[in-house]
């Protein structure tokens, strides 16, 4: 099977790891963005704290059902803006 | 180094902070890329995109505990869904649209983290063909390449962005190239 890689395609990779390369230096996580991470721990913690193994169960079962309803809404919403731009 | 799947794992039993941190070092400066890539910064209102991000931080790192952890690419996927819904967020009640496009002053600041480093002239002026190649495509063309190689997802999440499946993804961003190879030899 021949090599399909292009000098275009390795181009562009070069060029997207000097991106990915650049923009994590310049953008680095701040400590705001730590502290605001930590918080959130800490805050679940707490509101976990007070429920029983059976309550913690399903909080994240609710927690892990609603996630997957927006990602399937997402999903379909990207389905027909792709419809769209495909007529 | 731990892998993500091994860290989200040990986040999920132990629930330490530092673990969760290292999660967010992982993938943060990929999804603060992408949103800002999508939010310009005097698109929507002033820190906008920011604020979309730390808002994402927040929303992965509290659905950690009950994330069903398969592989790191339906972690990466659960990350970018949310931060689409963030940037959608922005948007909602304003009559800006999000940004899908190249934007210059983007690509001049994720080059200004490379401008300390020492590069060879050869990387350096590879570099600056493959923004001339960029520059040379034309809709929708230019906006997949962009989407891949500067926001840098991958053809599954590319994929997840334009509501299509991975092998089509990887099939537009190729025809995409063959395209480009056939405006660089004009």
């Known amino acids: ?87 | 180094m731990d892998s993500l799947t091994d860290l989200i794992c040990r986040y999920q039993e132990t629930r330490d902070p530092a673990d969760a941190e290292k999660i967010i070092e992982t993938i943060g400066p990929d999804l603060s890329r992408y949103i800002r890539s999508r939010i310009a910064p005097n698109s929507a209102k002033r820190d906008a995109w920011e604020d979309a991000f730390q808002e994402t931080l927040v929303a992965i790192v509290r659905g950690l505990p009950s994330f069903h952890i398969g592989n790191a690419d339906t972690f990466l996927s659960y990350c970018y869904a949310i931060a689409r819904n963030k940037v959608a967020d922005q948007f909602r009640g304003t009559k800006t649209e999000m940004n899908t496009f190249v934007d210059p002053e983007l690509l001049r600041e994720a080059l200004a983290g490379l401008k300390d480093k020492t590069m060879s002239a050869e990387s350096w002026a590879d570099l600056n063909a493959a923004i001339a190649l960029l520059k040379k495509n034309d809709p929708p063309c230019l906006e997949y390449l962009w989407n891949r190689y500067f926001v840098g997802l991958s053809f599954a999440l590319l994929g997840e962005e334009y509501g299509i499946t991975e092998d089509a993804a990887t099939k537009r961003v190729r025809r995409c190239l063959s395209l480009a190879r056939g405006l660089t030899e004009d």
């Open chain 1, 1 to 87: 099977m021949p090599d399909d890689t292009t000098n275009e395609e390795e181009l562009l990779e070069k060029f997207s790891h000097a991106v990915r390369e650049g923009w994590a230096q310049r953008h680095p996580l701040t400590e705001q963005q730590r502290g605001l991470v930590r918080g959130a721990v800490e805050k679940q913690l707490r509101e976990d704290k007070d429920l029983s193994p059976e309550e913690r169960r399903k909080k994240a079962e609710k927690e892990r059902l609603k996630q997957m309803e927006e990602q399937e809404q997402e999903h379909e919403m990207k389905k027909k803006r792709e419809r769209g731009r495909g007529r």
